[in-house]
């Protein structure tokens, strides 16, 4: 394996930006000579000294041109934690504040060594020493302990918004080293790395992060994947870097015709943000049009707008490709003009314009504050708008006990892309993709939420689960009186997709009577162990299971909405895991052997068809070919038909995937038969992926019987189907058919 660049304390002392003073850098040295004395001996899981660590996180935070404060923090960063060195120690020696700060990563830091992804010559692992556990449990109690750090470090961003930045330099120089540890643990950090530090780097704005932890995380999370992506870049880039160069040689000719000074450099493609186009957009690699890109850097706002007039004057723009986040600001106060236009030689072309300013706010966000602390005292607004920002995204933090529905939330409320739209009176509501009428109306105002019983949209009557679109008008229709239902907190139906609208859910049921959410608990429990066809649920079992005394207690949680039917199904599989069950029924029929289904590299839920010339079987050789319209037939490798194509571009690489495991579970549906009714059913079961392999129905009196026998991997989708079929309109049941 090759050695990450080992950085010196020459080379931090010379990235230092050039405001620091003498002082401030015989402060850092002293540091690092502190740090050094106190990590003596110990080693990293490479086997170099752990020092590097420290300096590495330190030269991070440096580029990022910090306050001293916070490279000194960084530089001791894990001396209380790891070493005999107190706070107290620190105090002394460096003040108070780089005493906060160093204790606050320290508390941000306690979780197992699992996640952090380095770890010491000749220590235990004391995450893996669990031995009294079983596997599954210690697992559990690993993403638990995981979970509650994670919730500690956003916690953290309402407190010191710099704690965050050094947690974030310090899991870079990880991922950048996590070639070292075992691969089960790299791919479990990176996964993580690109579920919560990725968004929460983008969430500050801090793009040179961003793309660096994606790109470092894809690579282990998804390393076949990377590999090829990263090859066929490496195959184009050279003609990529001529198409450049030229592109940046005309586009400068022009704009210096007309007076205006630029900047401009090619957009380098990060390569897992070309898989989450591939993937969005359905196209292989060869399909993707807009591989090329150039930034242009001018003095000011104005020769921003008056360079995209002039690009768009010499050539024609792609409709729909145009934003203007310079009018309109991303939440993360990211600004810049982006436009795509047809160039000479047919092909698209990205272009983004933007100022210096802007340009430096985009690759350091909110760390961008401490760039300008010393030339322009006004950048201090924009740092207290992100931090309020951010404050304003976690308003439900302390309404949240749980580390793990925290951390859904934060990837619902926080992570998410944002949606913009109206009140009747105009006035703009920011949130989260994938809102519904609902959040909408708790994030105005908790008693409409309560009260919200409708909507209307551009003026149209609208369903509650309907997803909003930046640019809707919103009309809440409330009722005078009266909560939400418990069905809102029912994830299946996704009614409510943010934290903010569920914990305000929870708290108006967790004010009603004790027997009145006994009793609604019990029915609802009931009824789910009913609908799924279950006999013989040990509810005593159970309630412990959920950490719950009786099953009294657990109706009342289920009922005040602390637990989730979803919650229940998925212990209820748990437990029937244990019995070798995976749906709770005696006599379970043998699972569904693979059907010989096709996975097409890079794509997902692409249409496939076998085509008829060559008529290809699972073991085959095969290839896929990009048709008009019938999405990919797959062919085999010395299919005639397929050497005589003269279009090999269309021509991609396909494998034999491995069908998920299913069961035939029967399944009755009562309803008032009318108009669209199966097709209704139909639109659900497709949308789950369940098959169906039998149908029977029945009409009598305009009341609908419908036995259908369905394909289905476990008992959670089983719930989920279920209770989506149950709420069509005039369904008045719908439930698993009981063996025998």
């Given at each position: 394996m090759v050695k990450s660049e080992v950085i010196g304390i020459e080379n931090l002392l010379?990235?230092?930006?050039?405001?620091?003073?003498?002082?401030?850098?015989e402060m850092i040295l002293r540091a690092y000579r502190f740090a050094e004395k106190a990590h003596e001996g110990q080693k990293r899981a490479s086997g170099e000294p752990y020092i590097t660590h420290c300096l590495a996180v330190a030269h991070i935070l440096s580029e990022l041109n910090v306050s001293p404060a916070m490279i000194i923090a960084?530089?001791?960063?894990?001396?209380?934690?790891?070493t005999d060195v107190t706070l107290n120690d620190i105090r002394g020696e460096f003040g108070e504040d780089v005493a906060q700060m160093v204790d606050s990563v320290t508390k941000l830091t306690n979780l197992p060594r699992v996640s952090r992804g380095d770890m010491r010559e000749g220590e235990e692992d004391d995450a893996d020493d669990a031995d009294s556990l079983p596997p599954e449990e210690e697992d559990a109690r690993?993403?638990?302990?995981?979970?509650e750090t994670l919730r500690k470090t956003f916690l953290a961003m309402g407190e010191d918004i710099r704690v965050v930045i050094i947690k974030l330099a310090d899991r870079l120089h990880n991922m950048r080293t996590l070639g070292y540890i075992p691969e089960e643990r790299r791919r479990r950090i990176a996964q993580e790395t690109l579920d919560i530090f990725a968004p929460l780097a983008n969430r500050l704005g801090i793009w040179q992060f961003k793309w660096e932890l994606e790109d470092l995380a894809f690579r282990h999370v998804n390393p076949e994947k990377f590999k090829e992506i990263a090859d066929l870049l490496a195959q184009r880039r050279t003609d990529r870097e001529t198409q450049v160069r030229e592109i940046i040689a005309r586009l400068k000719s022009i704009l210096e015709?007309?007076?205006?000074?630029?900047?401009?450099?090619?957009?380098?493609?990060?390569?897992?943000?070309?898989?989450?186009?591939?993937?969005?957009?359905?196209k292989p690699f060869d399909m993707l049009m807009d591989l090329r890109g150039v930034r242009l850097i001018v003095p000011d706002k104005q020769d921003c707008y008056a360079a995209l007039g002039i690009i768009h004057t010499h050539w024609r723009p792609i409709p729909h490709e145009f934003d203007d986040y310079i009018a309109a600001p991303k939440e993360n106060m990211y600004q810049s003009l982006h436009t795509a236009v047809i160039y000479d030689d047919g092909k698209p072309l990205e272009v983004q314009i933007r100022t210096r300013e802007m340009h430096e706010n985009a690759e350091f966000g909110i760390a961008a504050h401490w760039r300008y602390k010393e030339k322009n005292k006004q950048r201090d607004d924009t740092y207290e708008q992100r931090v309020n920002m951010l404050r304003r995204l976690m308003d439900w933090r302390q309404d949240v006990l749980s580390a793990q529905e925290f951390m859904d939330g934060m990837k619902t409320d926080v992570f998410k892309d944002r949606v913009y739209v109206f009140t009747?009176?105009?006035?703009?509501?920011?949130l989260p993709v994938n809102s519904t009428p609902i959040d909408f109306a708790y994030h105005v105002h908790t008693e409409i939420g309560h009260r919200c019983r409708g909507a209307k949209v551009n003026g149209k009557l609208v369903t509650l689960d309907y997803q909003l679109q930046t640019g809707d008008v919103v009309e809440i229709l409330t009722a005078k009186h009266g909560g939400p239902s418990r069905d809102w907190l029912n994830a299946n139906l996704k009614l409510v997709n943010t934290q903010r609208a569920r914990s305000k859910i929870r708290a108006w049921f967790k004010q009603q009577d004790r027997e009145q959410n006994l009793e609604q608990g019990k029915e609802i429990l009931e009824h789910e162990i009913k609908r799924l066809g279950l006999t013989d649920v040990d509810l005593e079992l159970l309630a412990h299971s959920l950490d719950?005394?009786?099953?009294?207690?657990?109706?009342?949680?289920?009922?005040?909405?602390?637990?989730?039917?979803?919650?229940?199904?998925?212990?209820?599989?748990?437990l029937g895991r244990e019995k070798q069950d995976p749906l709770l029924v005696p006599n379970a029929p043998e699972p569904k052997e693979n059907d010989g289904s096709v996975s097409v590299l890079g794509l997902k839920g692409m249409l496939t068809t076998f085509a008829r010339c060559c008529k290809p079987v699972p073991g085959d050789d095969i290839v896929g070919y990009i048709t008009r319209g019938r999405g990919v037939t797959i062919h085999r490798q010395d299919c005639p038909n397929i050497l005589q194509k003269t279009d090999k571009e269309r021509i991609i690489k396909v494998n034999w995937g491995q069908a998920p495991k299913t069961y035939p579970v029967p399944v009755e549906i009562r309803a008032y038969d009318r108009q669209g009714l199966m097709g209704d059913i139909s639109n659900v079961l497709n949308e789950e992926g369940i098959n169906i392999i039998d149908v029977n129905l029945k009409v009598s009196h305009h009341l609908a019987a419908l036995?259908?026998?369905?394909?289905?991997?476990?008992?959670?989708?089983?719930?989920?189907?279920?209770?989506?079929?149950?709420?069509?309109?005039?369904?008045?049941?719908?439930?698993?058919?009981?063996?025998?």
């Open positions: 010379d990235s230092l930006p050039e405001h620091f003073s003498a002082v401030d850098r960084g530089l001791l960063h894990d001396t209380v934690e790891d690993k993403r638990a302990l995981t979970q015709k007309e007076g205006i000074e630029a900047e401009i450099t090619g957009r380098p493609k990060h390569i897992y943000s070309i898989y989450k186009k591939m993937q969005e957009k359905s009747p009176r105009r006035d703009i509501i920011d719950y005394r009786t099953p009294e207690d657990l109706y009342v949680g289920i009922g005040c909405g602390d637990v989730s039917v979803s919650k229940i199904v998925n212990k209820l599989g748990d036995n259908l026998v369905l394909e289905v991997g476990d008992i959670a989708q089983l719930s989920r189907v279920l209770t989506r079929i149950e709420n069509l309109p005039n369904v008045t049941e719908a439930h698993r058919v009981r063996p025998g």
